[in-house]
């Protein structure tokens, strides 16, 4: 297939439409890389449909654009929250404007997961080492009355 | 002024290069976002509903990938606007599934028919050349006929 041929096709259109399948776009990627004449066409066609969808282009309501920039700020915190310490910067430049106002009006706090298991850990010692505490009280209490007793008989008078 | 300028390589090949720096999202809607209603309208003609894809559009992380993209922004936001409408639309309605019953005539397969179908109907090139009992290739030169018409 020629040039001409090929711009003929409508396979370009298709390409810059999305509507190409990945055969024809690798097709397409090369002719444009082997024949300037294809490069150029579409630089033209470009220009074309830009001005075809602009003579239908509407302008959308003012609110509109207002929705895009909070969801963007919002896709922009989640996005530096995935930075490391690394990424940040040295000095001290970072703006109030980055980051979201969020009015917190309850009483909960959030801890990290951690404190669950070291939470559980802590218990679990406590009750071990008061019932370490309790026979180790009872046991030295017993000893102290079999410690006494023995005195006492040793003490005794013998008849 | 475009942004892909024209470059000589070592080859003596021209390659196609944007130059520009890369656009926020707000500066892309302000240029190009009425142009992606246009669209959306072409395709979803509720305003409400089409709002909300214009909303998703300029929302979606396909858009930042527009700045490396080796075309225009403007074309690049077509294509989004276009991918974006079709899918809601199919959602919605579900497009039809092709019978001999809604097969048009030979006669009013004009380059604007076969346009309307692909672009704004939602249908790949096979499923027109199908509906239209026209080969693939006739549904492609259709598409180069409908922008060298005038009323493209």
Redesign the interface.
Same mark, same amino acid.
């Given at each position: 297939m020629n040039t001409k041929q090929f +711009? %003929?096709?409508? +396979?370009? %259109?298709?390409y810059?439409?999305? &509507?190409s399948t990945d055969e024809e776009q690798h097709q397409v990627n090369q002719m444009? &890389?082997?024949h300037?004449e294809i490069? %150029?066409y579409?630089?033209r #066609? %470009?220009? !074309? +449909? =830009?001005g075809? #969808?602009?003579q !239908?282009?509407?302008?959308?309501?003012s609110d509109? @654009?207002q929705? +895009? =920039?909070l @969801? !963007?700020n919002k896709?922009d915190i989640t996005s530096k929250a995935n930075h490391t310490y690394y990424d940040m910067p040295k000095d001290n430049t970072v703006k109030k404007e980055q980051y979201l106002d969020i009015e917190v009006n309850d009483t909960y706090i959030k801890v990290h997961k951690w404190w669950r298991p070291a939470f559980v850990a802590v218990f679990i010692l406590s009750k071990i080492f008061l019932i370490a505490g309790l026979y180790y009280y009872f046991k030295a209490a017993s000893q102290e009355d079999e410690i006494q007793k023995l005195r006492t008989e040793i003490a005794a008078p013998k008849r | 002024m475009n942004e892909l300028e024209r470059v000589n390589d070592n080859s003596g090949q021209q390659v196609a290069t944007k130059n520009s720096a890369p656009l926020t999202t707000l500066e892309v809607y302000d240029q190009y976002g009425a142009m992606a209603y246009g669209i959306i309208l072409q395709i979803v003609p509720q305003p409400h509903l089409a709002q909300e894809i214009l909303v998703s559009v300029f929302s979606s992380p396909l858009l930042q990938s527009c700045n490396s993209y080796p075309f225009t922004f403007a074309v690049c936001v077509i294509k989004l606007a276009r991918a974006k409408a079709v899918e809601a639309k199919r959602k919605l309605l579900t497009i039809a599934p092709f019978s001999a019953d809604n097969a048009y005539s030979s006669n009013e397969n004009t380059p604007e028919l076969i346009f309307d179908l692909a672009f704004r109907q939602g249908y790949s090139p096979d499923e027109v050349a199908e509906k239209l009992k026209i080969s693939k290739s006739e549904v492609l030169k259709a598409f180069h006929e409908f922008f060298k018409s005038p009323n493209a």
């Open positions: +711009i %003929e096709s409508g +396979i370009l %259109e298709a810059l439409l999305g &509507m444009v &890389m082997s300037s490069s %150029e579409l630089v #066609f %470009e220009k !074309n +449909i =830009q075809y #969808f602009l !239908n282009a509407v302008p959308p309501p509109v @654009r929705l +895009i =920039q @969801r !963007n896709t | -």
